[in-house]
């Protein structure tokens, strides 16, 4: 597709559960990033990724969050033993180099997650 | 600490009249400037952005901003308002040193009367 791709666009489970939200970034983008937005907030940045590898995973909230990216396109974000508190909007962006040499992140429209 | 201050949680504007958004920063030096704009069903999208060099930048869809370093600012403006521009707009930063790593403030929502 032209544009950024998450799935689900919805996601509702128990607390507890391990959910997957999936990013397909735009064909060709080297640099894949997440991002979470809480409710009445800006988004905050959770991971980001150059190719294959996590080059900056400092905003991800604790171990119950890990992100992939094996072949350097599609990324899942993971989730485990949810709580009440991951209930956000979870964006995903990608741009053709960094933020510094292209200025622009395409973000997609974003998976929102509920746990009950 | 590093920070994006939006203080307007809500604005309403007439079609046609003009626009200014509020953004100020903190930061430990001059950071690169966004704005973006949030509609509904739609993911954000980049108005403009300002790296270095002339402090007035134009964006897209019309918009301006202008950046004073005395002022840890960065103001989004619109001559004349159009009822499409109704949305979130978010101001952003990022350090030259972490250009990947956004800070957002937390978004004005513009409401636009017909």
């Known amino acids: 597709g032209a544009g950024v791709s998450q799935t689900p666009s919805n996601k509702v489970t128990e607390k507890g559960k391990y959910v997957e939200l999936r990013c397909d970034p735009i064909s060709g983008h080297t640099a894949l990033y997440w991002y979470r937005q809480s409710l009445g907030q800006g988004p905050e940045f959770l991971i980001y990724?150059?190719?294959?590898?996590?080059?900056?995973d400092s905003g991800l909230p604790n171990d119950r969050f890990f992100a992939v990216r094996p072949e350097g396109s599609v990324s899942t974000l993971k989730i485990q033993r949810t709580e009440r508190g991951d209930s956000a909007v979870y964006l995903c962006?990608?741009?053709?180099?960094?933020?510094?040499?292209?200025?622009?992140?395409?973000f997609g429209e974003g998976s929102r997650l509920t746990v009950l | 600490a590093q920070s994006v201050t939006q203080p307007d949680i809500h604005i309403t504007v007439s079609e046609g009249a003009s626009l200014e958004l509020r953004c100020n920063y903190s930061y430990g030096a001059t950071p690169y400037l966004f704005w973006y704009v949030q509609s509904p069903g739609q993911g954000l999208q980049l108005l403009l952005k300002?790296?270095?060099?002339?402090?007035l930048v134009q964006g897209i869809k019309g918009f301006e901003a202008e950046f004073k370093r005395s002022q840890s600012s960065f103001n989004l403006r619109k001559p004349s308002v159009h009822w499409s521009d109704a949305a979130e707009y978010f101001c952003a930063v990022a350090g030259r040193d972490s250009s990947y790593k956004l800070i957002f403030g937390s978004g004005t929502r513009l409401l636009v009367r017909p």
């Open positions: 990724f150059q190719g294959t590898g996590a080059a900056d």
């Open positions: 962006a990608s741009s053709l180099l960094g933020v510094g040499a292209t200025g622009e992140l395409f």
């Open positions: 300002y790296f270095s060099g002339d402090t």
